[in-house]
């Protein structure tokens, strides 16, 4: 037993962990909203008037997050450093054994991979039960549940949550996980921050959830500015929500820059890297890129609503369209931060379970970097009608159709690396099929949103959204079930139930497609989005929507009883290598060290080469620090 775990339980509650995180936070928020209030009552009148203090709000969210990082002990480096003591590497004494490590800060790659899969995990579920919210109001077609205003708030409530927290659901779980373990390094670059960006998204969705306190928000997910500036408090709770998503995205794609560039092993040419590590790296350039451009243009906006400024406010002489442009230059990049770990996802398992060579790996590259580099030339699309200078939109229309060229490249890579394959239909397997299936369609009803002529009869339509949820919760969530079946045994060591595995899938890919296929007929007949008043004549499609939408959140429901049998009761123990993956990281035992490798690993073959015949392996010289990883190639 480990000195730790021989500690009382109150001397292991005193210390830095997640409950001191959060009395801290809880304390630095009303030392926020008492200065907040000392503010308004001597210098600024105006709030008198409107009833609310958006500064004492936003200041009280600022120390809550200062507040709640301290007391996780992020502190503690940064000062003992500037205090003169030498480095300290107490934050890895712990990780080895107990379930504490997962309650505060760890540098250990591995432990934080697993926080933010349980992190997302939570507030996927938030998000999902407020999509059941939607639907439960949209059984009829006038307001019964909540009321027009309410509804906005659950609206806003669910985009947003899902938006910015899903838009780390694969490098925060997957990435952060197995990134080090696919090129052989035995750490991130940076671990601190690695850490650190888990629990800024955490403080981002409490904060996020804690608008329903405040009066929510009716600007949906997008937040356009004037709406912005009329909205109540509630939506202090967007701004730093996203503020906060902004700089864990940034720092999130700086740390992962940093490690595949510097820290790949002897051997891994970018010629060899795993595909999954292209998808990381390239999904990492849109977030060090894009996410800054939000955070820019959500302080103007908290400077609209707490200081009178008139950045986007058009009586005092600013301009709502400039925010449009602000936020869709983020807001179409961030579209690809969802869709791009997708691709590398779908072309990492796809060898693996059709036993062939990923066909065309510099053309699915070449893809890769084309969707990375197209995405900021599409972002005015989405303001064909909110006045675009009629001479951009040909420009417009032309890149985001050029868009689906690399696009169509991955398709092609994917297509052919299934042709004539010896395909076992695993429960991954069948979520990566699925998610061609999804995307396809998501894609082509991209098409008409591309082109001026048809967006002006489909803009703000249930037809947008139906596109928006096959290509994203169709192409990355589907996704992200691929990765959890394919990589959880590695992560904890324990298989789920294939039966109950099986019923999931079937289950959402059925009721997903019932679901939102039948949005873009709704969308053609008239129903905008965002409302909860709707014309007589579209109830009874509406209704078997809103059945679908439950039997898709039942499925979300038959996942989590396969987690807590599988991994609490039953507790089966997963073969080491269940899919006979060539890559790396199945090489490795499990539990995976805290130190990953023995030996740093030297890479002298394609971690594809499925059915390609045996070869002798490379003689390693006398004294070398390195081993082949890929030594049995049947």
């Not at 001397?11 to 962990?17: A, H, K, S, Y």
């Not at 379930?99 to 540098?107: D, K, N, Q, S």
Request: hydrophobic letters at 50%.
């Amino acid at each position: 037993m480990s000195e730790s775990a021989a500690r009382p339980m109150w001397r292991r509650l005193l210390g830095f962990n997640l409950l001191t995180g959060i009395v801290f936070g809880i304390v630095g928020f009303y030392v926020g909203w008492w200065i907040g209030h000392q503010i308004h009552a001597t210098s600024i009148a105006y709030f008198a008037d409107t009833g609310e203090n958006d500064i004492a709000l936003m200041l009280g969210y600022l120390l809550f997050t200062v507040g709640f990082i301290l007391g996780l002990g992020f502190g503690r480096y940064p000062l003992r450093r500037l205090l003169g003591h030498e480095h300290s590497h107490q934050e890895n004494e712990e990780p080895e054994r107990g379930i504490g490590r997962y309650f505060g800060l760890c540098t250990d790659h591995k432990v934080v991979g697993m926080q933010y899969l349980v992190g997302i995990g939570l507030f996927f579920f938030i998000g999902g039960l407020n999509a059941m919210l939607i639907r439960a109001e949209l059984l009829r077609p006038s307001p019964q549940l909540f009321g027009a205003g309410n509804y906005l708030s659950i609206v806003g409530l669910h985009g947003t949550m899902m938006m910015g927290v899903m838009s780390s659901a694969v490098l925060g779980p997957f990435a952060n996980y197995f990134v080090p373990l696919m090129i052989g390094a035995r750490r991130m670059a940076f671990p601190r921050i690695e850490s650190l960006t888990f629990w800024l998204l955490m403080a981002a969705g409490a904060i996020l959830v804690s608008t329903i306190f405040f009066g929510g928000f009716p600007t949906g997910w997008t937040g356009y500015a004037p709406l912005s500036d009329e909205a109540v408090w509630g939506f202090d709770s967007y701004i730093f929500f996203f503020a906060l998503v902004g700089i864990s995205m940034t720092l999130l794609g700086i740390n992962m820059i940093a490690t595949i560039v510097t820290m790949r092993a002897p051997g891994l040419t970018w010629g060899r890297l795993p595909i999954f590590c292209w998808g990381a790296i390239s999904t990492s350039v849109l977030m060090v890129l894009a996410a800054p451009v939000l955070i820019a243009a959500l302080l103007m906006v908290a400077f609209d609503r707490s200081l009178q400024t008139s950045f986007f406010l058009a009586p005092a002489g600013g301009s709502p369209y400039l925010f449009q442009n602000l936020f869709w230059f983020f807001g179409h990049p961030e579209v690809y931060v969802l869709a791009l770990p997708g691709f590398a996802i779908v072309l990492e398992l796809l060898p693996v379970f059709a036993r062939k060579p990923l066909w065309g790996y510099r053309l699915a590259v070449a893809g890769i970097l084309g969707v990375t580099l197209l995405s900021f030339f599409v972002w005015q699309h989405h303001l064909f009608i909110s006045g675009i200078n009629s001479a951009l939109r040909p420009f417009y229309m032309f890149s985001t159709e050029l868009i689906s060229v690399p696009t169509g490249f991955i398709f092609l890579c994917g297509m052919m690396t299934l042709w004539r394959a010896k395909i076992r239909y695993t429960v991954p397997m069948l979520f990566v099929l699925a998610w061609f299936f999804n995307f396809f369609i998501g894609g082509i009803s991209g098409v008409f949103l591309s082109d001026t002529p048809s967006d002006v009869s489909t803009h703000g339509s249930f037809f947008v959204m139906a596109h928006f949820h096959y290509t994203i919760m169709g192409g990355l969530i589907f996704a992200f079930f691929a990765a959890i079946y394919y990589w959880v045994p590695k992560m904890t060591g324990l298989r789920f139930n294939e039966r109950l595995a099986k019923i999931h899938f079937w289950t959402m890919f059925i009721a997903f497609n019932s679901t939102f296929g039948p949005l873009f007929a709704l969308g053609l007949m008239g129903m905008p989005r965002r409302v909860a008043t709707y014309a007589s004549n579209l109830q009874p499609l509406n209704i078997w929507v809103s059945v679908s939408a439950f039997v898709l959140g039942a499925s979300m429901l038959v996942f989590l009883a396969n987690v807590l049998y599988s991994m609490v009761i039953a507790r089966e123990p997963a073969e080491a290598n269940p899919w006979r993956s060539k890559s790396l990281e199945w090489q490795l035992p499990t539990p995976v060290p805290v130190h990953n490798f023995d030996r740093i690993p030297v890479f002298d073959a394609d971690p594809y080469d499925y059915g390609i015949p045996p070869v002798a392996p490379r003689p390693v010289p006398a004294g070398a620090s390195g081993v082949a990883p890929y030594p049995d190639r049947k």
